[in-house]
């Protein structure tokens, strides 16, 4: 069976990555929180696989390392978790994040990663916590409760969102937020302002 597979982005959608490699163009399924990784259409990537076959179909699926497929392959271990569950929270959730919510048993965190209801939720901390078959070099990213914007969290409960919804949404923006030197320099006032607007925009 093929480790990876390497060649020429040649389109690139949610969930999904077209790459020509020797005249054949493979349709990949990869997660959204990849695909920045493998780069713009047009570059060459080399994206690792994992293939299901079924009696139904045939389904590849792609990652922009091995650490991210170790990850798919470990959420595959989890009682009711299947392949499209794998990769609809591996798009929910960057790979840093989600490691260290296992990691940590965090079930309260792990419940507002869409896909994961409580029962799935309690199933991953007992079967994954402590096993995950990452490498040393992965990053994992430790991110706390976004306590500091409950207002912004509020403002966006009372408009009518999911409240668990929202307070992944912000968590998941504050962190690629606090890359940015210029956010830091800001007041809290202009940080909610934008981490709103921002938010705003993505539920949307």
């Not at 591996?90 to 989600?98: E, P």
């Not at 995950?132 to 306590?147: F, G, H, N, R």
């Not at 606090?178 to 909610?192: G, L, R």
Request: some cysteine; aromatic content about 6%.
């Amino acid at each position: 069976m093929f480790n990876s597979i390497t060649g020429i982005i040649t389109g690139k959608f949610p969930k999904q990555v077209f790459l020509e490699n020797n005249g054949i163009e493979w349709d990949i399924c990869v997660p959204d929180s990849n695909l920045d990784m493998l780069g713009v259409v047009g570059s060459e990537a080399k994206i690792y696989t994992w293939l299901q076959h079924t009696d139904m179909a045939m389904c590849l699926y792609g990652f922009a390392s091995a650490d991210e497929r170790a990850l798919f392959l470990d959420l595959l271990k989890v009682d009711g978790v299947g392949p499209k569950g794998a990769l609809k929270i591996m798009s929910s959730v960057s790979s840093g994040r989600l490691m260290d919510v296992l990691e940590r048993g965090d079930v309260e965190m792990l419940e507002k990663v869409p896909g994961v209801g409580k029962k799935t939720a309690a199933k991953m901390i007992l079967a994954l916590k402590g096993k995950l078959s990452i490498s040393e070099t992965m990053e994992v990213v430790k991110v706390e409760k976004p306590i500091a914007f409950a207002d912004v969290i509020n403002s966006l409960a009372s408009m009518g969102y999911d409240k668990r919804l929202v307070e992944q949404k912000v968590a998941q923006l504050v962190e690629e937020l606090s890359k940015d030197a210029s956010f830091e320099t800001k007041s809290q006032k202009e940080k909610e302002d934008m981490l709103f607007r921002k938010a705003i925009v993505s539920l949307a």
